[in-house]
């Protein structure tokens, strides 16, 4: 890679542009070409996709409509019959790739998993016949609990292929969001493990299960399926709980994929917003696979030799997207990692890239910045030179992390993929493609082919380069989520109705704050509503409250986010407490134990301020503005002349 500057007026002036040896094996090759694709999505978005679709993907049945869009509601590909299942395995095994590897374990401690397209096809096949066996069909939501190991894949793609919406909760979630998530979802099964592996503990997956479904708290589940991992001891309830080791070899391997309408729901997946509980995202089956395959090949620019590994957890969209069903779709190598980094393996991801040769490393800014802080050596003493391609997401990056990764690990020869996209999208919207795009450290560059972002005001009108506004998509593509699960209005109010309406033309509002610059590069800024991204998940400020003031010695509590070197931010909780408790360093530590208990570790506050009372406005609105600026120990600025009582600010300053 070769650097040089440019004159822009910003403070990020460098720009790195692609090897001429990288862009000429690229699947897309310059910028010109990039420049001819996005210009042909946009003349004329149906046929783009369309022509996509056909060629891309195995159908059943030929669709009628393209595009079906009665804003905000959008329908693709019409009439058609596909099943993902079917596109991530059955096609690949009448080619060479029938004994490529699928997946790639690496579990902890230790322990490792190949499973080739053609294992991978016959375990699906047979959780599938599972499932039916259970009572599991068409339509029928299922929970997919689990730690990261091949089986949470298996099921993900058993029920596409039986078409059984599935409901994935991240395994580091409490027994409450559990509940929560599934008896929103009114899931029919649950599948989970005894435990699950998570920085040299275990975590007791199938407790928390019966303590989410007790009491008939998820009157909808009527059977458990539990896969044997830990293998320590745990309750079984006869009847309604099942071990997969004991189902798998008396179920079938033989299992059709059921051809599945374009728009059968193929998955919910719960994510925070700024008001009220996690909303459950619902994306379909033909659009979304088309998405993420496209979205897979363009950017990680897959060739038949790569080893492609995403550290995600398949609890989060990124997961979903970028380990199952993207590369699984184009027949790629996925690998799937049980660990984490931790103070006991600070090494752990650099093992990997060295033991299976990765070539494509796809990880958050946090993980990167945690690198940093552990220092280059361990990096450095690994063999990373088979490494060809980097990729970030979940927040924005700073350039020096992305300084850090591009020599350190890219060793300057790699470049970066900054992805910026959300579980409401599907899969990526802006990024640079690998050899096309010169990137900018920073910036997530520009947005796909097929995809019309834009930087507007309230009214929707886009602001002139370089200035602020809310980050917006003018055209509906395949992988949009198509509503709330169970509440279309609030689908309507949160991403299309925040910017109003005009003659017809709907905005999706994406909730980010970003800028775009003079070369039409994104520079992202972050959340513009009560979402708070900690170590590059999303956390709403509500949840936290809600999870607080169910303490019984809290009366009122306001959560905001203060900027951190490592996880980007970090929760800071202000709370009132009933009139008999005592601000003690005893209680702090109970609340945040609570809120992990209530939520999941990743919700806990790093800290918590006691306070007489909070900053109102006389209608009562809490000003998380001022709590920001407390909370970061800036100055209060602008106006605070709407502050109903103005000595709280100082008390809180004071204790602060
Ligand atoms: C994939 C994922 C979405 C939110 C989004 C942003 C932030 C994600 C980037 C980013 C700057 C990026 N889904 N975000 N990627 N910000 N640059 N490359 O993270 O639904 O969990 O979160 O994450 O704020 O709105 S998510």
Known sequence: MS?????SGLQEKRVFYPSAEFSSQAQVKSLDEYQQLYDRAQADPQTFWAELAEQELHWFQPWHTVLDWQPPFAQWFVGGQTNVSYNCLDRHLTTWRRNKAALIWEGEPGDSRTLTYAQLHREVCQFANALKQLGVGKGDVVGIYMPMI?????????????????????GGFSAEAVRDRLADGKAKLVVTADGGWRKDAIVPLKTQVDRAIADGAVPTVENVLVVRRTGQDIDMQPGRDHWWHDLQPTVSADCPAEPMDSEDVLFVLYTSGSTGKPKGVVHTTAGYNLYAHMTTKWIFDLQDTDVYWCTADVGWITGHSYIVYGPLSNGATSVMYEGAPRPSNPGCFWDVVEKYGVTIFYTAPTAIRAFIKMGSDLPQARDLSSLRLLGTVGEPINPEAWMWYHTVIGKERCPIVDTWWQTETGGVMITPLPGATPTKPGSATRPLPGILADVVDLDGNSVPDNEGGYLVVRHPWPGMMRTVYGDPDRFRRTYWEHIPPKDGRYLYFAGDGARRDEDGYFWVMGRVDDVINVAG????????????????????????????????NEIVAFVTLESDQEPTEELAKALKKHVGQEIGAIARPGDIRFSDALPKTRSGKIMRRLLRSIASGQEVSGDTSTLEDRSVLDKLRGGA
């Open 150 to 170: 091949p089986e949470a894949a298996i099921a993900m793609l058993a029920c596409a292929r039986i078409g059984a919406p599935h409901s994935v909760v991240f």
């Open 3 to 7: 650097e040089s500057t440019i004159e």
């Open 537 to 568: 998940h999303r956390l709403g400020t509500m949840e936290i409250e809600s999870a607080l003031v169910s303490h019984p010695a809290v009366a009122e509590a306001a959560v905001v986010g203060r900027p951190d070197e490592v996880k980007g």
